[in-house]
């Protein structure tokens, strides 16, 4: 019986892969969804399609983009959404950074070095859960851990698309849990201040608010992700052939020699240096690294972790290729870095056409219209609490299909979603954790997801023949397993009547007039 399930399982991903995988290339998809939305915006234009804002009250029309007005703002701004659509300088920054470390052979010696110290059981579940934690530092995850993470498993002789889809699982689909405060805590903490200061004007929510939940769910999900990885993508998947090119993996993995020891040894005393220079700054409380208002949450440290990730690879990278003799001159550096940026051609391709995409739908107002209209729909239905929580992970799962930005989303329904769960008397922090289960699980198949591009370009290193169904085909069991076990999370919680973080429970009282 589980036999016959799991072969329906796989021959249902095998379908998903091929429908997706016979669509035209990716770039050429996103191009024909741009297309669509400039179609959809006349028809909807006409139609006189529209909703009512709920932070403003303002009412909010869909823009035809094949007017002359549209017309004209596609031409003029095409170039700036290409070279403005955030994940890009965020990539071509830290791939030289990481080029620099590349071409030196540090990044092979020290994945070497990991493969022969790590115990190979407890790998999987270890890139999980540093893909979970890697969101304290913004975009980090995307650009360095899940590449590394193909590498690794390709070193071990595992197929390396495997690891790559445990690292992507942890880094996008486990985005809003983590074991410290992330850049994403504050940041939500003060839109739901805003929307609940709607019912109370004196309502704060710290960016602890959701932490204690928080910190559970990132060993969860790590486990869920680790389970999800052995027991479906991995059989899945199966031995790693290669890619087309003869490159089929599974060499064996070569003890360090001593000069490279050296060379590892001299590049973490580089590393300590620079660290120290970063903590003599952000300690101190009128530290030079401190944020504008004091704190180091808002600080160049974090806000600034691409800029900090290309130079501690650059010191790191240099140092270790002078040691081994690698690096002999300054064009040799220079030569990694571009030859790092050599990878991101097709990348770059897919995102000019994603970027116009993501820019028109904006544009459009389709995307906030769509918002406003679901979570009416679903507000007015009149649910208890855990149906209610239960609806609204699925909303915002829905949701994230279609807007990609966790900010802008929750900028959009906390005016709606923190007022209603207010006065129905639960916490505008409940509503906010809700929300991030919801914003997090659809993140891995999310076409709309910022790096979704990225994630092709890196799979199809290792399979040229890789598309959005082999993405999304890899990582569906991955949103089903943890949406299932999240909301389970929440509902076992909310049941128990546990706090959300400190001094953040479930229940609001009504504010006193």
Do not use: C
Request: avoid cysteine.
């Amino acid at each position: 019986m589980a036999k016959n399930k799991k072969n329906r399982i796989e021959r249902m991903l095998n379908v998903t892969e091929k429908v997706g995988n016979a669509l035209p290339h990716p770039a050429t998809l996103f191009l024909l969804f741009a297309l669509s939305v400039l179609l959809f915006s006349l028809i909807a234009h006409l139609a006189g399609w529209s909703g009512i804002h709920p932070g403003t009250g303002e009412e909010v029309k869909v823009v035809n983009l094949l007017s002359k007005e549209g017309f004209h703002r596609i031409l003029l701004e095409m170039v700036d959404n290409f070279t403005g659509f955030a994940p890009l300088g965020i990539v071509l920054v830290a791939m030289m950074g990481i080029g620099i470390a590349e071409g030196s052979g540090l990044i092979g010696a020290l994945i070497r070095l990991l493969v022969l110290s790590a115990p190979r059981k407890m790998l999987t579940f270890a890139l999980v859960l540093a893909g979970i934690l890697s969101n304290v530092a913004s975009d980090i995850g995307y650009v360095l851990l899940i590449p590394l993470a193909g590498i690794i498993f390709k070193a071990i002789g595992r197929h390396p698309i495997v690891g790559m889809a445990a690292a992507f699982a942890g880094v996008s689909g486990g985005f809003s849990a983590n074991l410290i405060l992330g850049t994403i805590d504050p940041l939500l903490a003060g839109l739901s201040t805003e929307a609940a200061q709607i019912v109370n004007p004196d309502y704060v929510v710290n960016p602890t608010a959701n932490y204690y939940f928080m910190l559970v769910s990132t060993v969860l999900i790590a486990f869920a992700g680790t389970f999800v990885t052995e027991r479906i993508v991995a059989p899945r998947l199966g031995e790693y052939k290669g890619n087309g090119d003869g490159d089929t993996g599974g060499e064996g993995i070569e003890i360090l020699s001593k000069i490279e020891k050296k060379g590892i040894k001299w590049s973490f005393a580089v590393t300590m240096l620079i660290t120290a220079f970063v903590l003599i700054g952000i300690i101190p409380e009128n530290g030079l690294l401190r944020g504008s208002d004091g704190t180091i949450l808002n600080s160049p440290v974090i806000r600034g972790v691409v800029a900090w990730l290309l130079i501690f690879s650059a010191g790191a990278g240099i140092t270790y290729g002078i040691v081994i003799k690698k690096y002999k001159n300054d064009a040799d550096i220079m030569n990694s870095m571009a030859d790092s940026l050599k990878t991101l051609a097709v990348y770059m391709v897919l995102v000019f056409f994603a970027a116009q995409f993501v820019a028109y739908f904006k544009w459009s107002n389709l995307g906030l219209i769509l918002a406003i209209k679901g979570a009416g729909a679903l507000t007015a239905i009149n649910l208890g609490l855990i149906p209610l929580v239960i609806m609204f992970i699925i909303f915002a799962a829905i949701l994230n299909m279609f807007m990609g930005s966790a900010s802008a989303k929750w900028a959009l329904l906390a005016p709606i979603f923190i007022p209603i769960f207010m006065f129905l008397g639960y916490s505008p922090e409940l509503a906010q954790v809700v929300f991030r289960i919801g914003d997090s699980v659809t993140n891995i198949i999310s076409p709309m997801m910022s790096f979704f591009a990225l994630i092709i370009a890196f799979v199809q290193k290792y399979d040229k023949k890789a598309g959005i169904g082999t993405i999304i085909a890899t990582m569906v069991p991955y949103s089903i397993v943890f949406f299932i076990v999240w909301t389970l999370l929440i509902v076992v919680w909310v049941w128990i009547g546990l706090p959300l973080g400190p001094d953040a429970g479930l229940y609001y009282e009504a504010y006193p007039h």
